[in-house]
């Protein structure tokens, strides 16, 4: 049934429910979960690594733990953006508070770089000051546990983000991956040490500062062209060419755009001038058939119909 309908074939619009729409109340015990079960395990990491980066001096395994502590106040924004985009539309909001999930994802996006500022300036400072690491066995045992841990956690939000189609989830999950990229260098930097190296922790330090900007920029990247409504392109040309294909529309034009994890698609269509409007909203349903069978990921679509010209 349309949910919308003006009068007149110049501009008889009509948004269609469409068969393909996701449960969106199943996504959102996913996600929660998801974040639920990622920041229990990754607090417990990153305490235990704290523990032994306060033992052992070693600031490449305090700038990692710090990074993990981060994802827990992460998880935390993302769980807000989630629970307001349960908010029904309104006159002030149309399309409801879907959006606040892509602004949970700028939240991710702040602490990563905050994370990378702190791991850069102590890694800096330990270079300067020629600092010392000891307990090396232990800050080893640490460091390998950030990588198992954060692994883990990143895998499985990312399954469930793409399952969920969520890019706060997804932009959470590179997060986590970062992590153990970051345990890496810790690792990396106190196995040095253990040669005889002691400028190996400062430098490891450093180096997980370089991963921490450089998945900032991807997830920062991936957020502002969500919230400019940036879409995959090819989900126009199939729009186009799934309302094309019915049969009384002569041409027809896509727009789509992102609004949390609906995909919202509006199609204009030109069709006879001479069509009855109640005739240019059954055309419609058809279009919605099409759209839900070749874009299952679509969850809104608006239908305008056009005059041809003569």
């Known amino acids: 049934?349309?949910?919308?309908?003006?009068?007149?074939?110049?501009?008889?619009?009509?948004?269609?429910?469409?068969?393909?729409?996701?449960?969106?109340?199943?996504?959102?015990?996913?996600?929660?979960?998801?974040?639920?079960?990622?920041?229990?395990?990754?607090?417990?990491?990153?305490?235990?690594?704290?523990?032994?980066?306060?033992?052992?001096?070693?600031?490449?395994?305090?700038?990692?733990?710090?990074?993990?502590?981060?994802?827990?106040?992460?998880?935390?924004?993302?769980?807000?953006g989630f629970r307001l985009s349960r908010r029904p539309p309104t006159d002030k909001y149309p399309y409801g508070l879907e959006r606040a999930e892509d602004l949970a994802g700028v939240g991710i996006a702040v602490v990563i770089w905050a994370s990378a500022i702190?791991?850069?300036?102590?890694?800096?400072?330990?270079?300067?000051?020629?600092?010392?690491?000891?307990?090396?066995?232990?800050?080893?045992?640490?460091?390998?546990?950030?990588?198992?841990?954060?692994?883990?956690?990143?895998?499985?939000?990312?399954?469930?983000?793409?399952?969920?189609?969520?890019?706060?989830?997804?932009?959470?999950?590179?997060?986590?991956?970062?992590?153990?990229?970051?345990?890496?260098?810790?690792l990396a930097g106190l196995v040095a040490v253990a040669l005889g190296q002691p400028w190996g922790d400062p430098v490891a330090g450093l180096a997980v500062t370089l991963f921490i900007c450089h998945v900032g920029y991807e997830v920062t990247k991936d957020v502002v062209q969500r919230l400019a409504d940036s879409v995959d392109p090819e989900v126009i040309t199939t729009a186009e060419a799934a309302a094309g294909s019915?049969?009384?529309?002569i041409h027809a034009h896509a727009r789509a755009r992102w609004t949390g994890r609906t995909l919202r698609v509006e199609i204009e269509g030109w069709v006879d001038p001479d069509l009855p409007a109640r005739d240019a909203d059954a055309l419609g349903r058809l279009v919605a058939g099409e759209i839900s069978r070749r874009l299952p990921e679509a969850g809104s679509l608006t239908w305008t119909a056009r005059a041809a010209p003569a």
Do not use: C
């Open 1 to 80: 049934m349309a949910v919308h309908k003006t009068a007149g074939l110049r501009d008889p619009g009509a948004a269609f429910p469409l068969a393909s729409a996701r449960d969106d109340a199943d996504e959102r015990r996913q996600a929660n979960r998801a974040i639920a079960v990622s920041a229990i395990g990754l607090g417990a990491t990153g305490l235990i690594e704290l523990l032994l980066a306060l033992v052992t001096g070693s600031v490449g395994l305090l700038g990692d733990a710090i990074h993990n502590l981060s994802d827990v106040s992460t998880s935390a924004v993302v769980f807000l």
């Open 118 to 186: 702190f791991a850069g300036a102590e890694s800096i400072r330990k270079l300067i000051e020629h600092g010392h690491t000891t307990h090396l066995a232990a800050g080893i045992a640490g460091a390998a546990l950030g990588i198992v841990g954060n692994q883990v956690v990143a895998r499985y939000k990312l399954r469930v983000g793409r399952r969920i189609k969520s890019a706060t989830l997804i932009a959470d999950a590179r997060h986590s991956w970062l992590d153990a990229l970051s345990s890496a260098g810790a």
């Open 246 to 249: 019915v049969p009384g529309v």
